[in-house]
């Protein structure tokens, strides 16, 4: 058997946690400042987040062959 291939986009975008959690970057961030923003948004979506279980369950499954324990 070959071995299986990981997604390039979605290696680029998450990150499969020992846990099975899966870690994404949050969007609005490369131009966080220079368009006219609440504060409220720039807070929210500062940094990174963890996908619910139902997306990461997908994301672990289809994109990542060796990130589903």
């Known amino acids: ?3 299986l291939k990981t997604r ?3 290696k680029k975008r ?3 946690k020992k846990s099975g959690k899966v870690k994404f970057a ?3 961030g490369k131009h966080l400042f220079t368009h ?3 504060p409220k948004l720039k807070r929210e ?3 990174t987040g963890h996908l619910r279980d139902m ?3 997908k994301v672990r499954l289809e994109l990542f062959p060796y ?3």
């Open 55 to 57: 997306d990461a369950k």
């Open 8 to 10: 390039s986009g979605a």
């Open 67 to 69: 990130g589903a324990n």
């Open 1 to 3: 058997m070959p071995k």
């Open 45 to 47: 979506h500062r940094g």
């Open 14 to 16: 998450f990150h499969v």
């Open 36 to 38: 006219a923003k609440s």
């Open 26 to 28: 949050k969007a609005l």
